[in-house]
């Protein structure tokens, strides 16, 4: 009789530590997205912008396939196209690693602005999808104040890195698509540097950051907020083309 008294007042007393449990796990606030720099971040899985860094599990763009299929081959026939429409100054580059048309820009300006490498001498490779999304998105960078771009690498056969671990997945680096960029160079001169300035609140920094982001040419854009251990000293900018509804020029 008592064993089973105590069986009842053990069950009991769990019963109401159980509810005591669940009331106070519904009482804590949720927490809210940083915005201490620049945007308030966003999942990146919901919206292909800033937000916490994460691969999918297919990082290509819409349609592409290997080798280019026609529809590839018809939306880069348009590309260079509008580079000449542009009277950008482009020459074709022998393939490398996915890129599907690999492009040199031979005076490193795209947009009214400079582009130049950190590392070497250019011009360097790219494909011509990054070099009209770059181009498109001159002017607004002009007007933030933006005159020059210093970048890191473009082209490179790598996997997608983020949170310090490398993923399974290709880069937009091995297609020609993404862009390294450590600093910028504004209208009186001024470095704003990557690594150095974006977390004491750069405005040139968190202004570009803006501004690729609400871009509908660019896919993404890491920074030190969002990848703070892989990106931390770069923003990581990627080309957003589609081959999926590539319409063939007459």
């Known amino acids: 009789m008592v064993s089973a008294v105590m069986s009842c007042f053990r069950i009991a007393v769990g019963f109401v ?3 005591l449990a669940a009331s106070e796990a519904s009482a804590k ?25 994460r691969a999918s599990s297919n990082n290509m763009p819409r349609g592409f396939t290997w080798p280019p299929s026609q529809a590839m081959a018809d939306a880069e026939a348009t590309c260079e196209h509008d580079l000449d429409a542009a009277s950008i100054t482009w020459k074709p580059a022998p393939r490398e690693g996915h890129i599907a048309d690999a492009v040199t820009i031979e005076d490193g300006t795209l947009g009214g602005i400079a582009y130049a490498p950190v ?24 007007a933030a ?24 997945v290709l880069s ?4 020609g698509l993404a862009m390294d960029v450590v600093s910028f160079v ?22 570009v950051e803006q501004l690729i982001d609400a871009s ?8 030190p907020k969002n990848d703070p251990i892989s990106h931390k000293d770069h923003f990581h900018i990627e080309a957003n083309p589609s081959y999926a509804t590539a319409v063939p020029r007459s």
């Not at 949720?30 to 860094?53: D, F, I, M, N, W």
């Not at 590392?119 to 002009?142: M, W």
């Not at 970048?151 to 056969?157: Q, T």
């Not at 470095?191 to 968190?206: F, I, M």
């Open 17 to 19: 530590a159980a509810v």
């Open 29 to 53: 606030p949720k927490p809210q997205p940083a915005t201490s720099a620049g945007r308030s971040a966003r999942p990146l899985h919901a919206t292909g912008k800033t937000g916490s860094a």
């Open 119 to 142: 590392y070497g001498k250019g011009p360097y490779k790219l494909d011509c999808q990054l070099a009209l999304a770059l181009h498109a998105i001159g002017p607004q960078l002009y």
């Open 145 to 168: 104040g933006v005159r020059e771009v210093h970048f890191g690498s473009i082209y490179r056969w790598s996997n997608v890195r983020v949170g310090g671990k490398t993923k399974n």
């Open 172 to 175: 937009r680096h091995a297609l």
């Open 186 to 207: 504004d209208d009186q001169g001024r470095e704003a540097n990557v690594a150095k300035d974006y977390r004491k609140g750069d405005p040139l920094l968190l202004d």
């Open 216 to 223: 509908s040419s660019f896919r993404l854009v890491l920074t």
